[in-house]
């Protein structure tokens, strides 16, 4: 059973496209991720949901909007993509608080052309 | 502003050996320190967390010291095997999992 799956796992798409990635976890977290990691290997968070709310929302592009329909999804929704926003995005969930470990998707590899 | 470094060079040792990796934080003070592991192609998957008031921790293999008067953590893997190639980060513990650039290892066989 995978605890933490994106979808998809590849994505190429043009600039100026509007595009989502899909995040599902099983493992009855309360907190989910974004993160994104460029071509320098650079983790950086971009969102983080506790109990379908926002609680962190770093310095990211507005075209950038998480969803959370639900405890176990988070979505990732990018409109107008421009080329800077090629890189590989993770989906990440933990349990509520801080001294715990996180559990990673496997990643998307987003190209934009 | 917070800060974390890690070596940015891969660090090439032989099978066998141990391998020694290092973190350094500034401008805060965490009350615990994980580990990741990262594969290419892969999610970071977590290894050990390390308190404020523990000096090392083991697993398997694995040991990590946290010296918050250095702030620095030292991450050791004892014996190591080419399976052992990856690359480490470190997480300084806050709220929201925070991670240095990371460390590639390559084990040589």
């Known amino acids: 059973d995978t605890a933490v799956s994106q979808t998809p796992k590849y994505l190429v798409t043009q600039m100026g496209n509007d595009k989502s990635i899909k995040c599902e976890q099983n493992?009855?977290?309360?907190?989910m991720y974004w993160y994104k990691q460029d071509s320098k290997k650079f983790l950086k968070i971009m969102f983080s949901y506790n109990n379908k709310e926002l609680i962190i929302n770093e310095t990211v592009p507005n075209r950038f909007s998480p969803k959370s329909p639900d405890k176990a999804h988070l979505n990732l929704h990018i409109n107008s993509l421009e080329l800077g926003d090629s890189a590989v995005y993770f989906c990440a969930s933990s349990r509520q608080g801080s001294n715990t470990e996180a559990f990673f998707g496997q990643g998307t590899r987003l190209t934009v052309v | 502003s917070q800060k974390i470094e890690q070596n940015s060079e891969a660090l090439n040792i032989q099978e066998g050996k141990t391998a020694t990796l290092t973190c350094n934080y500034t401008n805060y003070s965490p009350a615990y320190l994980q580990w990741y592991r990262q594969d290419p192609g892969r999610g970071p998957v977590f290894l050990l967390l390390?308190?404020?008031?523990?000096k090392e921790k083991r697993k398997e293999r694995l040991k990590v010291t946290f010296d918050t008067t250095l702030k620095q953590s030292l991450f050791h893997i004892t014996a190591s095997q080419p399976a052992d190639s990856a690359t480490y980060l470190c997480?300084?513990?806050?709220?929201?999992?925070?991670f240095g650039r990371g460390t590639s290892l390559i084990v040589h066989p």
């Open positions: 493992l009855g977290h309360d907190t």
């Open positions: 390390i308190r404020e008031n523990e």
């Open positions: 997480a300084p513990g806050t709220y929201i999992p925070t």
